[in-house]
């Protein structure tokens, strides 16, 4: 790469402020659900800059938004990438960094009149979060062929809507084939989500991540169904009580992250029915979050999970039924594109170091078709996932021009 090719830092920084206003949260984050209005304001005007920007932009049958930039020779792509649909009490950069840097990477190439060897694009995949819609990372996974495109729009909310309506109601039923770009790499900056890096840079901050893979997930829906009753008069031993046995799972769950190696859990969704103070209950549905960057023993996690609630149902007279909601396996990256990372950090004289991801994100879906790597900047506080996720400006722009240097060497290679 021209030793002294390097993004605009400037436009980058408010670029991601202008989409910071969109589904912005009095708390000072973004709340952009996939497929709401709120994203599609978002998507409206990622289009408009891409567009802007000179890309033949394209939308696939999932809503994938993606922008190319035509190379020297046709063929597999250089693909930049991330999501711009956040959680419910989602920050301002998860997600938006991604996409943002990677339309900067190719004003930058355009703005230096430099033209690739391959093509390359920069993609905004459907509902990674799945924070709405179900299993997350849906927009790759039917870009990668994991998921077809029928079953991912009869998708529904918790209010059961469908995904693919939704997506016709906003207006981003894209007539491409998801997986229509072919992919040589997939490279994408995120922030970390968690405290590594920033515990690591001291006070001169700054210490980046290349992502060496992705740890396993697995998320489960368990439907919990006992006998509604009065809750000051029905003894305790008649009670058939979800909301007790969905606490239990809860506990439990928490008590195997305590006796198996890097084994993560929680339950980040609890809804009782009927849900009077004066009821015991007569249905729980909850989720489980389990990870693990190893699959072996997220298999056993999950299985011990499973055999728990066999017993308490028995127990505690309690029927639970199972759903998947998610199932994706440890991911890891391709070696040479980490190295490639690690020599354009170097390059530009910047600190990084490898690590795994606790977030899952698109990049896991890619690497079932085509090298992938990632770059992180450090999370302040290790927050994300929260209104008040912040990175600095000065380690965007560092994370922006790692990404610049290593798709320019993947587009050339
Ligand atoms: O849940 C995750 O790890 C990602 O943020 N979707
Ligand atoms: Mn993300
Ligand atoms: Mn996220």
Not at 182 to 191: C, F, P, Q, R
Not at 331 to 354: C, D, H, K, V, Y
Not at 375 to 389: M, R, T
Request: hydrophobic share 45%; glycine share 12%; proline share 5%.
């Amino acid at each position: 790469m021209s030793s002294n090719l390097r993004i605009d830092g400037a436009r980058l920084v408010s670029r991601l402020a202008e989409l910071s206003k969109i589904g912005a949260t009095p708390e000072g984050g973004c709340r952009r659900l996939a497929l709401s209005d709120e994203d599609r304001e978002g998507r409206d005007w990622l289009v408009g800059q891409m567009q802007a920007l000179g890309l033949s932009v394209k939308i696939d049958a999932i809503g994938n938004i993606v922008g190319i930039l035509k190379g020297q020779q046709d063929g597999p792509a250089v693909i930049l990438g991330s999501h711009i649909d956040t959680v419910g009490t989602g920050g301002r950069f998860d997600g938006a960094l991604g996409v943002i840097a990677g339309v900067e990477v190719l004003a930058a190439l355009k703005d230096a009149g430099l033209t690739p060897k391959r093509d390359m694009a920069v993609i905004a995949f459907t509902n990674e979060e799945g924070a709405r819609f179900h299993p997350d990372m849906l927009g790759y996974y039917v870009w990668a062929g994991g998921m077809s495109v029928a079953h991912a729009h009869a998708e529904k909310d918790a209010d059961g809507v469908l995904l693919g309506e939704e997506l016709r109601r906003i207006g981003y039923e894209g007539a491409e084939q998801p997986g229509f770009l072919k992919a040589h790499a997939y490279l994408e900056l995120h922030i970390e989500q968690g405290p590594v890096l920033e515990s690591e840079g001291g006070e001169t901050g700054g210490v980046l991540g290349a992502v060496t893979g992705i740890q396993a997930i697995c998320w489960l829906e368990l439907t919990l169904k006992g006998k509604p009753s009065h809750a000051g008069t029905t003894p305790m031993a008649h009670r058939r009580d979800p909301g007790l046995a969905a606490a239990r799972i809860n506990v439990f769950a928490n008590a195997l992250t305590k006796r198996i190696p890097g084994q993560l859990a929680n339950s980040g969704v609890i809804r009782v029915q009927p849900g009077n103070v004066n009821v015991v209950p007569e249905m729980v549905v909850m989720t489980l979050d389990l990870r693990n960057p190893l699959d072996a023993p997220l298999a056993e996690a999950e299985a011990a999970v499973r055999a728990f609630c066999a017993e308490l149902s028995e127990r505690d007279g309690v029927s639970i039924s199972f759903r998947d909601l998610a199932r994706f396996p440890a991911t890891a990256f391709a070696e040479e594109l980490i190295a490639g990372m690690e020599a354009s950090a170097a390059e530009l004289g910047l600190p990084i170091r490898r690590m795994i991801s606790g977030a899952g994100h698109d990049a896991q879906m890619m690497s079932r078709i085509c090298p992938t790597a990632m770059v992180f900047i450090p999370s302040i506080g290790g927050l994300s996932h929260n209104p008040a996720e912040f990175s600095t400006d000065r380690d965007m722009i560092a994370g922006a021009n790692v990404l610049l240097s290593a798709a320019w060497r993947a587009a050339n290679a």
